[in-house]
Every structure is written in structure tokens, then in C-alpha cells.
């Protein structure tokens, strides 16, 4: 013979003609079996858990986490081995849908990255965004997408703040609503399925009436408020006038482009009150201080930071978005590298620091709606809980596997099509498969 070594055995899955018939090696996969992931280092900050272990995902849920698992006929298995696995990231402050757009290829980015549920703040998104979003959402969406609401649209509805929060808690009559908020069936059905309102659309400022009442609609609506804190003087009236409700600063470290002492005044905003929360963007954190399309700040704010980090004055990161795609600060391709870079650097332990993307921000939206399914849907892998993953690479400081739902929706920085659908609508009340909008012209249920 010519060549003297052999070459390896392929794995018994690759399709192919034998003998003049198809041998159909793949028709297995994909089938009602679990999915393990074999050999994992598994970061779990809500099980305190940092150790080697197998995870097995079936039905779209956690089906078993320990030492080892062995497949099953019907399983397929991964080898992780070298990898870390954990929660998928929650960013809830993620630029995909604004000014009434969808932008799919933010949504292909934020999979590839990690992201697995995304929380859009749009400011300018008016009470039909939910609908416009949901309907394409029920034509597939890869990850799980939840909707802030703009102010100014609510604060311009022919309605008093109670009948707002009565509305928006689902308490009012249909024909109340179609005097007080939309003529539109459909937005009187989806706009209440929000999980937040965004204040300061275009930068614009609310009164101290409006930033009252906005605040006070937020609080007993059970809705994350959100705001800007570019300006330090405009986030010190939203505290102030928020009076004692909760307030979360959207994205604090961008009033370092106001300078240190602006900066600094807001971190004290957030250290001095209990009711409000902050964000650092994912970016700026970064050794270049930020992307050349969007922002850089200063080195000294970049410590101001890690301080803040460290000190667990605010204890959760966000991209706002890819920037070279919509409009923002930051880009989800820095997520990982940034919390790497806090565990390298003794910043944070690496629970800690994978917190900030995945136990945190979901136990900051439990305690503002109310309702702890965030932490045990979103933020965890406990056996039972949805299997919404993301495994790291960590010396290339990539996402290699991203699975939402159980199915896998992006492999070594491309989607995966067929995972088109696994993602679902997040209210406060939990996640929806679909919301019914998309489907309303093909689907009709007899009465």
C-alpha cells in the first residue's frame, strides 16, 4: 500500500451511499434524546457552583447537573472539556428594537456573544412597539426579547396616571380602554406584556411633574424605570423626584463624556440610595475604554469602574448593543472578554463576575416586578430550569455553543437557522412562546 497510516474513525453520523443505497447516519439527530455537555467547567453564581460537572438539557429544560452523566440511546453529547458553561448572558439593556425597527442582525450578533435574553430600551418605543416586535418575534426569534415602553407615549395618553397604572396591570375594561389608551385592539392586548419604561427619548426632559408621575406609574405597574445618566444634574433630578421609588441609570459609566466629576457624582447617586441601581457597559470596561464608533472615556473613569465593580456599588453589565449596528455605546462581542478581564485582573471571583450578565440583572428584574421566576427561568442551571446556555471558550475569550430553550442556536460565531423559533416573549409574568400578532392573518381558532 502506498500510504501506511491509518486514518481516524469518523463519528458514526455523516450520511453516505453504500452498496447503491442511502445509509442515513443523521436522521437520529436532533431527536427526543438529551443533549449532554461533557466535561464543562460549570460557573453557576446562583448554585455558588465552580467545578467540572455534566449538564443534560431535554424537553428545552435542565434535565440533570452532576459529576458525570452517562448518554443515553437517543442522547448526542458534547465534549466541553477546556470550557466554561453558564447561564445564558441576560443583558437588559440591548438596542434591538427602537424607533419602531427590528434589526435581525443584532439579535444573529447577541446569540453569537452569549445572549440569550435581551430587554430592548427603546425610549422612543410607543404602546404598539410590543406588537410590532412581537410579530416578529412569532415568525422565529433566536433568543428570548422583552420590551421597555418610551414615557413620553405613555405620559401622552387621554388618561389620569391611575387609569395608566390600571391599565397596564391588566385591570381595566376593554371598552375603558379604548376610550382612555388605543383605538386598537391589538395594542390594547400587547402593550401591558412590557417590562419596563425608558425615559428621555432623544435626550428630551420630563418636568418634575412628568418625572414624578412616570416614576410613580413605574412603581405600581410592578415596571423596571429606566434612565439615561449622561447628564449628572438631569439622573440627580430623576432620583430625586423618583422619591424613594426604584430608579435604575441606564448605562452609568457614559457620564464619564461629562467629565470625572460628573462621573463621579453619579456613582455617589447610586451609593447614597437605595433605591436606585446602575449599569456598566460592557466596552468601556475593556482596556481600550471603548469602541471608535461609539465612545471612549477616560482611563480614570475606566478605574472609577472597577472600583465600583469591586465595591458592588453596581453589580451589573450591559452592551446596549452591537454598535456598528444600531446606535450605541458598546457591542456584545465584548461581554465575555470584559468579565474575563475582571476575573484576570482580581476585580471580581468568577462567580461574581459572571453575575453581573446572568444572576444579577435577573434578580434585580424579580425584585422590581415581583416575581422570582426571573431567577429561576433565566438566571441559574438548576435541574428543572429553563436550558438557556452559553459555553465559553476562555483562552480565545469566545462563545463556542449558545443554546437557548435547549436548542442550539449559534456554533463557533454563526447562527444556527433551525434555532430560528426557540426564543420567546419575556413579560413580567414570564416567558411566552409566541405572542399571537404574527399569526393573526393565518390563524384563526373557530368560536
Not at 383 to 398: K, L, Q, S
Request: hydrophobic letters at 40%; aromatic letters at 6%; proline letters at 4%.
Amino acid at each position: 500500500m502506498r500510504f501506511t497510516h491509518k486514518i481516524g474513525e469518523l463519528p458514526d453520523t455523516i450520511s453516505y451511499i453504500k452498496d447503491m443505497e442511502l445509509i442515513d447516519a443523521a436522521r437520529d439527530l436532533g431527536g427526543a434524546g438529551r443533549t449532554v455537555l461533557k466535561g464543562g467547567r460549570v460557573i453557576d453564581p446562583y448554585l455558588r457552583t465552580d467545578k467540572v460537572l455534566d449538564l443534560s438539557m431535554k424537553e428545552g429544560r435542565i434535565d440533570s447537573i452532576k459529576e458525570s452523566i452517562n448518554p443515553k440511546p437517543g442522547d448526542s453529547f458534547i465534549d466541553v472539556q477546556g470550557f466554561i458553561v453558564i447561564p445564558g448572558l441576560v443583558d437588559i439593556h440591548l438596542h434591538i428594537h427602537d424607533l419602531l425597527t427590528f434589526n435581525i442582525k443584532t439579535v444573529e450578533e447577541s446569540v453569537v456573544h452569549g445572549v440569550t435574553t435581551g430587554l430592548t430600551p427603546g425610549a422612543a418605543n410607543s404602546l404598539r412597539a410590543p406588537s410590532f416586535l412581537g410579530s416578529e418575534l412569532d415568525r422565529g426569534s433566536l433568543m428570548n426579547i422583552g420590551c421597555y415602553l418610551g414615557a413620553l407615549s405613555i405620559l401622552g395618553l387621554n388618561a389620569t396616571p391611575e387609569e395608566i397604572i390600571e391599565y397596564l396591570r391588566g385591570e381595566m375594561s376593554e371598552d375603558m380602554a379604548l376610550q382612555k389608551i388605543s383605538r386598537s385592539r391589538i395594542t390594547l392586548k400587547t402593550a401591558p406584556l412590557t417590562i419596563g419604561i425608558k425615559d428621555h427619548q432623544a435626550h428630551f426632559i420630563l418636568s418634575e411633574e412628568k418625572m414624578k408621575t412616570i416614576a410613580h406609574i413605574a412603581a405600581k405597574s410592578n415596571l423596571l424605570l429606566m434612565s439615561h445618566a449622561q447628564c449628572p444634574s438631569y439622573a440627580a433630578e430623576m432620583v430625586r423626584w423618583a422619591e424613594g421609588n426604584h430608579l435604575h441609570l441606564g448605562h452609568t459609566d457614559a457620564t464619564a463624556t461629562s467629565g470625572i466629576e460628573a462621573y463621579e457624582s453619579v456613582l455617589g447617586l447610586i451609593k447614597d440610595n437605595k433605591n436606585v441601581t446602575g449599569e456598566l457597559t460592557t466596552t468601556l470596561l475593556r482596556r481600550s475604554r471603548g469602541d471608535r464608533d461609539g465612545i471612549v472615556i477616560p482611563e480614570e473613569a475606566r478605574r472609577f469602574s472597577l472600583e465600583a465593580l469591586k465595591e458592588g456599588i453596581i453589580t451589573i453589565l450591559i452592551s446596549d448593543g452591537p454598535s456598528h449596528s444600531v446606535k450605541g455605546f458598546g457591542d456584545t462581542k465584548d461581554n465575555i472578554p470584559a468579565i474575563i478581564d475582571l476575573i484576570e485582573d482580581g476585580v471580581l471571583d468568577p462567580l461574581s463576575a459572571f453575575a453581573t450578565m446572568t444572576t444579577n440583572p435577573a434578580r434585580l428584574m424579580a425584585q422590581v416586578t415581583g416575581k422570582d421566576w426571573w431567577v429561576k427561568d433565566l438566571g441559574s442551571l438548576c435541574e428543572g430550569t429553563r436550558a438557556d446556555i452559553a459555553v465559553i471558550n476562555p483562552i480565545e475569550r469566545e462563545v463556542v455553543y449558545t443554546f437557548v430553550n435547549g436548542e442550539m442556536v449559534a456554533f463557533e460565531g454563526r447562527v444556527i437557522r433551525k434555532g430560528y423559533g426557540a426564543g420567546g416573549w419575556v413579560t413580567r409574568f414570564g416567558i411566552i412562546p409566541q405572542m399571537g400578532v404574527g399569526d393573526l392573518t393565518r390563524i384563526r381558532r373557530q368560536p
